[in-house]
């Protein structure tokens, strides 16, 4: 158990109003990511953090962004919900002495 | 960039069968290797690792090798049971911030 919590886990909405993810870790781990897992494509990244305030864009980043002002949290938000960012969204923390990621337990988002 | 190839699913077998899932790679540099787990409804395990050419990673009864001259990084398991069935993610992680890549995943069912 890497100690990662996500928030909300399940969550409905609709089109064009705003949703903000929570990824909680508690130890203290520098480096913290944002997938999405959807059929056919496995995960992608979508952000990543090794820092407080200290962020960068992965693969599939439009649409989203994030913050981190505390070393346990990092948020994902989407200003403005989409169809298509329906989606199952992990967190991930890497350990980095042994250069290895570890996986929350999901949130499911559906946007109708 | 970087991707990963791996077998489509799903897979079904006999429990104590002999299990391959295929994986293979491109990348610049020298990445290191992964194979994930997801169990129904649950996030993602880290299964194993391998970190330069030649590495073996094992758990679980599990094993791959990095294969760097074929760019490949197969999963094996000599005899699977039931249990087993998940759909298992092959990834490299590379590049600033080592972030990871995805395969789509392989289904494994294993029946009695």
């Known amino acids: 158990d890497a100690g990662i919590t996500q928030s909300p886990r399940h969550k409905v909405t609709e089109t064009g109003t705003p949703v903000t993810l929570r990824c909680h870790q508690t130890?203290?781990?520098?480096?913290m990511y944002w997938y999405r897992q959807d059929p056919g494509h496995g995960l992608r990244l979508i952000h990543y953090?090794?820092?407080?305030?200290?962020?960068d864009k992965g693969e599939v980043s439009d649409g989203y962004s994030v913050s981190r002002s505390k070393t346990e949290d990092f948020l994902l938000t989407l200003e403005s919900a989409t169809s298509s960012q329906t989606s199952v969204y992990f967190c991930?923390?890497?350990?980095?002495?042994?250069?290895?990621?570890?996986f929350g337990p999901g949130t499911r988002l559906t946007v109708l | 960039g970087n991707s990963v190839t791996q077998m489509e699913g799903p897979v079904t077998l006999s429990e104590e069968a002999f299990l391959t899932i295929n994986c293979t790679y491109t990348?610049?540099?020298?990445?290191?290797l992964f194979w994930y787990v997801q169990y129904p409804g649950e996030g993602l395990q880290l299964l194993l690792k391998?970190?330069?050419?030649?590495d073996k990673g094992s758990n679980k009864g599990f094993e791959a090798t990095y294969r760097k001259e074929t760019t490949s990084f197969h999963l094996e398991k000599g005899s699977v049971q039931v249990s087993d069935s998940a759909v298992y993610f092959c990834?490299?992680?590379?590049?600033?911030?080592?972030?990871?890549?995805f395969g789509t995943g392989t289904q494994l069912k294993v029946e009695l």
């Open positions: 991930a923390i890497r350990d980095r002495e042994y250069n290895e990621q570890f």
């Open positions: 130890e203290n781990h520098r480096y």
């Open positions: 953090s090794y820092g407080v305030k200290d962020t």
């Open positions: 990348a610049t540099g020298y990445p290191s």
């Open positions: 391998a970190t330069k050419a030649d």
């Open positions: 990834a490299l992680g590379a590049g600033g911030g080592n972030k990871l890549t």
